[in-house]
């Protein structure tokens, strides 16, 4: 499970990264068929990741203004502090006890930890497949998505 | 790791139920962005899973022409065929030894069991994640990607 941590983290900040290459009126652009532009693509999976991580952790939700985060330097400023949080908890226990059920404020559900670490992680993934067919219609040559090796392989 | 293969093989099943609503053309349409087609793109997760899980079996890669897949029934019958046998070797332990080597022959590198089930996981949530995308383009609801509950949540 840490590994796709690690994974889906370093594929994020390379997508930071990526978007040096773009104006911030096509990192803010609206687009079709994601949770809304580039950058907010970005802030969604920082912060339903995040939010669920504090529930796991018995924590209030924390509404997190996407108006306070909507430039390159901002988002990578939130994404380092929400992961370092995380990776704190990683050490104290966040994979521990995974069949541990969680309520959430959201929801009239609670979950198992072990549902709840799927969950973002498949999110995380999802979202970054939409941002891949952006950067191609922008022409652009999207983040690698490969899990092993990070670079091109035949069998992609 | 199963749990994983469990919502990814529904998510695909209902990719492929989703299909029917769109004409022959549409699913065999070049689109921008991801492997090809939708139905294009949903052989290429099956076809790719099915060549790492072979290699993990120690078989020889087959290669399966999409020619003799490229319609909705025979693509279904080649997702049930595949995850069969790969839900018979979950029984006979893909799970089991995670750091075991594996070689690839169509790379000149050797990765664990660990590290390619992984692999194909996140490969296959990424091109789904680009599927939403085409199906919003088509101004049709694309299939949840939720782990959870499989149905709309707050924080999705």
Known sequence: ????????????EEWLEWCR????????????GGPGS????????????????RAIQGKEDEVI???QYDTLEQLKK???DCRAEIMEFMEEGLFA????RVNVSWENQSYTKDEILHHVIAHD?????QLSVWARELELKP?????????????S
Chains 1, 2 share one sequence.
């Not at 499970?1 to 994020?12: A, C, G, L, T």
């Not at 911030?24 to 609206?30: H, I, T």
Request: glycine letters at 4%.
């Open 1 to 12: 499970m840490q590994s796709f941590f690690e994974y889906i983290w370093q594929v994020r």
């Open 21 to 32: 290459q773009i104006s911030r009126e096509e990192m803010l652009k609206p687009r079709t």
């Open 38 to 53: 580039i950058l907010y693509t970005l802030f969604h999976v920082i912060e339903v990741e995040y939010s669920w991580i």
């Open 65 to 67: 203004p996407f108006e």
């Open 78 to 80: 939130l994404s380092n």
């Open 97 to 100: 006890n995974k069949d541990e």
């Open 125 to 129: 993934i999802h979202h970054i497949g």
């Open 143 to 155: 983040v690698s998505a490969h899990f092993i090796g990070r670079t091109e392989h035949g069998k």
